[in-house]
């Protein structure tokens, strides 16, 4: 069973990065979408309230799971690197598990920023409405880290799957 017969694990490899990349993304974008919600005029006077602790909760519990999505795609892309250079190489998809690799593990260059505001989005115990503005920064590079990359990351990955899985 080990040879690969029923299982082929060169194309769980190919594809690994890919789909921990995916799940970045996707990850990454519902936490846009859900924590806008928040923002909005009609609900900013209860979130002025609750926004604090729910955001402590939330942050606390989904940063380590995105940055072990992250991390998980940028290992993936090295795998592909070390694991198999003949066939990434030959069909020129070595690169771009490098530029997935790379970028995925730049992922965690956004912590700091993210940090800040979530530190001010939590610290806002008052009620005065700190934590919406901050809330909104907090959007802000969440939107440039998904939109640069983790999108650019998921590209890389899926060119490099179809380079190394699509037709010769």
């Known amino acids: 069973m080990a040879s690969g017969a029923f299982f082929d694990y060169t194309t769980a490899l190919r594809l690994a990065p890919l789909i921990t990349a995916s799940a970045t993304l996707t990850f990454a974008g519902n936490q846009q979408w859900i924590f ?6 009609d609900l900013a006077p209860q979130s002025k309230t609750f926004l604090p602790a729910w955001f402590r909760a939330a942050f606390w519990i989904g940063m380590p799971k995105l940055a072990g999505l992250a991390a ?13 250079a003949g066939l990434a190489g030959a069909s020129g998809a070595w690169t771009w598990y490098a530029g997935g690799a790379v970028l995925a593990a730049a992922h965690v260059l956004f912590v700091p920023a ?34 640069t990359v ?5 590209v890389c990955f ?8 699509g037709p010769a």
């Open 36 to 41: 806008e919600l928040f923002t909005r005029a």
């Open 72 to 84: 998980a795609s940028a290992l993936g892309g090295v795998l592909n690197l070390r694991g198999g």
């Open 114 to 147: 993210l940090v800040v505001r979530a530190e001010g989005v939590v610290g806002d115990g008052s009620g005065e409405g700190r934590c919406l503005r901050e809330m909104k920064g907090w959007l802000r590079v969440n939107a440039l880290r998904t939109l």
């Open 150 to 154: 983790d999108a650019g990351a998921w």
């Open 158 to 165: 899926l060119v490099a799957a179809v380079k190394t899985l």
